[in-house]
């Protein structure tokens, strides 16, 4: 399976902060939309870094308070793995592990087409694992 295979059943809707906004307003988007992080876009609408709950308690424990008054660029991550469309899954798995990320932009063409999480992956795998055990009960049951 493919990273599109998950996009196809999740969907392809990517959650962004600007660069520019105010951190408690990006605090107030997570919330709201009950995510861990946000794809930050910088003024020309590119891919600028990821802004996470992470970054929000690194920030706290860093800068108490004054961290919510701060920009999301002063605190988010600027390096951001990504991955495409055409990626296995495991592979993306090895990715997220390899960088100790939970969330991989998706990538085609230099524009962000979906976002996935470590969530999405695991999902994927019990639902795979769940469909395996009920081929076998299957099997089991026909052999009777």
């Known amino acids: 399976m493919t990273v599109a295979d998950i996009l196809h059943h999740k969907g392809r809707h990517v959650s962004t902060v600007r660069s520019i906004d105010p951190v408690g307003t990006a605090i107030r988007k997570l919330d709201e939309e009950r995510i ?23 920030a706290l424990a860093r800068d108490g ?8 660029h002063e605190l988010m991550t600027p390096d ?30 230099g524009r962000i087409v979906g976002l996935i999480s470590i969530g ?10 769940e469909q395996e055990a009920a081929v076998l009960r299957d099997i089991t049951r026909a052999r009777r």
């Open 65 to 72: 308070a004054a961290a919510l008054e701060f920009e999301v």
């Open 120 to 129: 999405d992956l695991v999902k994927h795998r019990l639902d795979e694992k």
């Open 80 to 109: 951001v793995t990504t991955c495409t469309p055409t990626d296995r899954l495991g592979a993306a798995m090895e990715v997220m592990t390899a960088h100790r990320v939970r969330h991989l932009p998706v990538m085609e063409e």
């Open 36 to 58: 861990g992080a946000l794809v930050v876009l910088d003024r020309w609408g590119k891919l600028a870094g990821m802004f996470s709950e992470r970054d929000v308690i690194h």
